[in-house]
């Protein structure tokens, strides 16, 4: 895919052309998964609306749909229906390549197990999405080093990821994230898998983020996580419970 001739494409919301205090508006959002014979719908008939800043954790039971409903608002997924908007742009029924572009600009993704590539260094990770959108080499050389000594892994630039450990790759995964200084981020139970002290190292970086006006949308159980949430939303059998 072309990523750069995508760049112009007036559909997709770029930095300079975001205006709107609202971030993401979701209406009746349904998703089925269906498997042979069976259909789980994972998220039933969710509306939400979040503003530039907020700080939302999702919390509930594994299987509620957390993970679902994250990917969808984040673009890594299509609803079965229903719609999403993001910065007014509806973003549910773009094609795959404006939304590759839409997340590259707009969303910063921690997943619970990392998702590094594994051929790749830590600074080479980090340097991947910008290399996407085409950046400069020594501009994503530089952004890099800088986002991994933010995460206290200058030492550890070379390394693969088999080479580091849980709560290391775990970091890297964040400052990958943060790569092209997106305005939103979504972490799908980022500390799950970690010790308290990692745990403790990221809740900081996360309420660093919030200082800076980001906005964040982080499901997890984490009570270190759950003390900066602005809006707590209680998710069960695909719905908001309260
Ligand atoms: P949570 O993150 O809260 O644990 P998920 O969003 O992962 O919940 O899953 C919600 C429901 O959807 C579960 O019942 C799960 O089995 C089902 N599900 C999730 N992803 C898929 C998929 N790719 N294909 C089929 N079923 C899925
Ligand atoms: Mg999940």
């Known amino acids: 895919m072309s990523l750069d001739n995508n760049l112009n494409d007036k559909s997709v919301p770029l930095k300079e052309k975001r205006n709107s205090k609202v971030v993401i508006k979701a209406y009746n ?21 979040i503003n530039e800043g907020d700080f939302i954790v999702i919390k509930g039971p594994s299987g509620a749909g957390k993970t679902t409903l994250l990917n ?42 990392f998702h590094l590539i594994s051929t790749l260094t830590a600074e080479e990770n980090v340097m991947f999405p910008m290399s996407l959108i085409g950046e400069r080499l020594e501009n994503q050389r530089k ?26 790759q775990q ?27 990692t745990s403790l190292f990221i809740r900081n970086l996360f309420k660093e983020l919030k200082e800076n006006n980001k906005t964040i949308i ?25």
Do not use: C
Not at 33 to 40: M, N, P, Q, T
Not at 81 to 102: N, P
């Open 72 to 113: 969808l608002i984040g673009a890594l997924d299509l609803p079965t229906e229903g719609e999403v908007f993001s910065y007014g742009v509806k973003i549910s029924d773009m094609d795959h390549e404006s939304l590759a572009i839409f997340r590259l600009m707009n969303s910063g993704f921690i997943f619970q197990s």
């Open 171 to 197: 970091r890297v995964a964040i400052a990958r994230a943060l790569a092209n200084n997106p305005p939103i981020i979504l972490a799908d139970e980022p500390t799950a898998n970690l010790d308290k002290e």
């Open 143 to 168: 952004v890099a080093v800088d986002l991994l000594k933010k995460v206290n892994l200058a030492d550890r630039r070379e390394h693969l990821p088999f080479q580091l450990s849980s709560g290391e």
């Open 218 to 242: 982080i499901a997890t159980h984490d009570d270190f996580l759950i003390e900066l949430a602005d809006r707590i939303i209680n998710f069960q059998d695909g719905k908001i419970i309260d």
């Open 29 to 49: 959002l349904i998703k089925d998964y269906e498997i042979g014979d069976f259909i789980v719908r994972a998220v039933d008939n969710i509306n939400i609306e």
